[in-house]
């Protein structure tokens, strides 16, 4: 079944804990994506990759890093959580890298920093 | 910097009731597209729009997108209990970015 799954679904940590939630798809796709969903904003782009080895910036990078060093993978890490990156996060895959076609999420990870 | 707004942020209707949610960018965009995420649920792929004007049916969901490229609605006709949930539009710009709507969030009184 063509699906992109998340690790873990639900996580309460402290401030300062490193921790990496991961996601991997099994469509082949070129495109993946983090994004953060709060009350009233929406999906927002955390960062993005187009291929292996290429990443980059969306539109709240600050406090996130990630890797993509295989094509079905694409880990989120967040250095030294604070309470701030409380959230519903999602992982997406995309066929290609040209934003032309649809985007598959994940389930979500739920994260709650105290 | 480039935004995409969604009116209403919240709609309750009776079951029955048409339905319709709008989507607006500050800037013209390349296509659009709409999901629909239930409650508790991942964001789901609907539909992708991508000319000026085009209008999209599927079943009681009707999509259209602006002339100008820079609008799009979502309308359903008689509503149904299935159709709850927060509805998304997605929009691509000329920097190949995908912004999305903050969403509607739509709830159906049976």
């Known amino acids: 079944e063509a699906q992109v799954t998340q690790n873990p679904r639900y996580l309460i940590t402290v401030t300062g804990k490193k921790l990496t939630v991961t996601c991997s798809q099994n469509?082949?796709?070129?495109?993946m994506s983090w994004y953060r969903q709060d009350p009233g904003l929406g999906l927002r782009q955390i960062y993005y990759?187009?291929?292996?080895?290429?990443?980059d910036k969306g539109d709240v990078p600050e406090g996130y890093k990630v890797s993509r060093k295989e094509k079905r993978n694409f880990p989120l890490i967040l250095e030294s959580p604070s309470p701030n990156q409380t959230s519903l996060y999602f992982c997406?895959?995309?066929?290609?890298?040209?934003?032309?076609?649809?985007?598959?999420f994940g389930p979500g990870t739920r994260l709650t920093v105290t | 910097g480039q935004q995409v707004m969604q009116i209403p942020q919240y709609q309750h209707v009776q079951e029955g009731e048409d339905f319709t949610t709008y989507c607006n960018s500050s800037?013209?965009?390349?296509?659009i597209q709409w999901y629909k995420q239930r409650p508790g649920g991942h964001p789901v792929f609907l539909i992708q729009?991508?000319?000026?004007?085009e209008v999209k049916k599927q079943k009681r969901l009707t999509f259209q997108f602006g002339e100008a490229k820079k609008n799009s609605s979502l309308h359903i006709t008689a509503t149904q209990t299935t159709d709850v949930g927060t509805y998304f539009c997605?929009?691509?710009?000329?920097?190949?970015?995908?912004?999305f709507g903050p969403g509607t969030s739509l709830s159906v009184i049976p």
């Open positions: 997406a895959s995309s066929l290609s890298s040209d934003n032309s076609y649809e985007q598959y």
């Open positions: 469509m082949n796709h070129e495109y």
């Open positions: 990759s187009m291929n292996v080895e290429v990443t």
């Open positions: 800037t013209t965009l390349s296509n």
């Open positions: 729009l991508v000319k000026s004007g």
């Open positions: 997605a929009g691509k710009t000329s920097y190949d970015k995908v912004i």
